[in-house]
C-alpha cells in the first residue's frame, strides 16, 4: 500500500488505552479507514482479541501491552510502531482514570495515580516520540483531555487538575513546535459511555457518573472520529483543542 501525503490511509497511529472506550472506537474507525493501527493497554488478553478481530479483516496491526506510568513501555510502543510499520506518525494518548472523589476524603493513593497515569503517562508518551517525529520530519500527538478541566465539579478536583496540566503541556509543546515539524491536538470529550467509572473510588459518586453515561452519554464513536477528524487534516493544519461532549451536558 503507498501511504498517502495526507488523510489517514496508510498512516501509522499508536494508540494507548486501546483495549476499551475511546482508544478501542478510535482504533476500529482508523483501522477501517486504511491506518496501520498499533493497540497499546495493559489488558494483553482484549488487546490480544481487538488485534486478532481487526487484522482478520484486513487491516495491518499489531499491539504491545503498556502501561503508561512506565516510561520504558511507552518506548517499546513507539519502537515496536517504527520496527513493525517503519515508521509512526500520530500517538494517539488516551489512556486515563478517574479516581474522583471529594477533597476532604484525602484519597492520596488514587490522587497519586491518576498523576501517573493522566499526567506522567502523557509526558513518557511525548519524551519517546518527539525524537521519532524529528528524526521523520513530522509527527502528530493527538490526546485525551476532558470538560472535567473546562467546567470544574465538585468531586473532581485532582482529576481535572491532571486534566488541565496536560492541556497546559499541550499547549506548550505546541507553541514549541512551529517549526512544521509537530503537530499537536488536545480532544476534550464530556460524558461518553465508557469504563472510566469504573476507576471511580467513591461508590456515590461512581454511580452518579455511570448513570450520567447511561442516559446521555456519547458513544465512543463520536470521539473516535474527532480524532479522526485531526489526523486527516494536511499537515500544515493544526487542529488544536476540540471540545466534544452531549447536547444536553451543561
Known sequence: MTRSTDGIEGK???????SSGIGEATARLLAARGARVLLGAR??????????ELGDGGADVAAVVTDVTV????????????????RLDVLVS????SAISPLADGDLAGWGAM??????????????ATPVFTRQGR???VTTVSTAGVKVVPGMGVYAATKNAVRTVMETLRQESTDGVIRTTSISPGFVDTELDGSITDLELRAEIRSRMDSFGLAPDAVARAV?????QPHDVEIGDLTIRPTVQN
Open 115 to 128: 498523576i501517573d497515569v493522566n499526567l506522567r503517562g502523557v509526558l513518557h508518551g511525548i519524551a519517546a
Open 94 to 97: 488516551n489512556a486515563g482514570i
Open 228 to 232: 479522526a477528524f485531526a489526523i486527516e
Open 43 to 52: 489488558r494483553a488478553d482484549r488487546l490480544t482479541a481487538l488485534a486478532g
Open 12 to 18: 501509522v497511529v499508536a494508540i494507548t488505552g486501546a
Open 71 to 86: 516510561a520504558d513501555d511507552l518506548v517499546r510502543l513507539v519502537a515496536a510502531a517504527v520496527d513493525t510499520f517503519g
Open 139 to 141: 509527527g502528530h500527538f
